[in-house]
């Protein structure tokens, strides 16, 4: 079975940082890799999504990698700002079946 | 605001209630899915929908019961449900038929059983 795993659980940082945020993955037989954020209290945003073939995607001051390999996905969000604190949840697409990991939650303090 | 629309907001039953929750989409999307999640817990599948027939139940209590009366909506039946059923439940939808296509949720129902 699928084990996603995220490292830290909570991160703080000043405003200007930047943030990297760890996924890992036990099974490499993967469609893809999602990234989500999450708001207290509301549903989940889709931030980015790698395909299994592909190695990172970009959008605006986000940046996703994607290392089948070695079961890893990194989340890089430049020049953080507090609109940035939430929780960060990735989730790995076998079957059309998400399983999430437990989340990373991130305040950015101004 | 979020393109998945989920209906009611909060919802509070007693155990021998029936109730229902409600999800509906206008994206033209034909998969459709329920999610359980507990506090500080990722969500957990619990059902997926493709093209109004059920796929996938992920060994879901019979209290439990959900429908898909057309491509748009979709609900879940709730009856005679325990405390440890409170939760928020969250729909998502996504396109069928094309790998690789995000789901898109909803901002959820907020369950809590007395």
């Known amino acids: 079975k699928q084990e996603v795993t995220q490292i830290p659980a909570a991160l703080s940082v000043p405003e200007g940082e930047n943030l990297v945020l760890n996924c890992s993955f036990t099974d490499s037989a993967i469609y893809n890799l999602q990234w989500f954020r999450q708001d207290p209290g509301k549903g989940l945003t889709s931030l980015l999504l790698i395909q299994s073939s592909q190695r990172e995607q970009t959008s605006g001051r986000l940046n996703a990698s994607l290392d089948k390999s070695s079961g890893r996905s990194t989340l890089y969000i430049a020049a953080s700002q507090p609109g940035d604190s939430a929780t960060y949840l990735c989730a790995s697409d076998s079957w059309g079946k998400l399983q999430f990991g437990a989340g990373t939650q991130v305040v950015v303090t101004p | 605001d979020t393109e998945v629309t989920q209906t009611p907001k909060h919802l509070v039953m007693g155990m021998t209630n029936k109730k229902s929750l409600k999800c509906e989409q206008h994206?033209?999307?034909?998969?459709m899915y329920w999610y359980k999640q507990k506090a500080k817990k990722p969500p957990e599948l619990m059902f997926v929908y493709s093209y109004e027939k059920l796929s996938i139940n992920e060994s879901v209590p019979s209290r439990f019961s959900p429908e898909c009366p057309n491509s748009s909506l979709l609900n879940l039946h709730l009856h005679a449900l325990q405390p440890e059923d409170s939760a928020l439940y969250l729909c998502?939808?996504?396109?069928?038929?094309?790998?690789?296509?995000?789901?898109?949720f909803g901002d959820g129902t907020r369950l809590s059983i007395l």
């Open positions: 998502a939808s996504s396109q069928e038929g094309q790998a690789n296509q995000p789901q898109h």
């Open positions: 994206m033209g999307h034909r998969a």
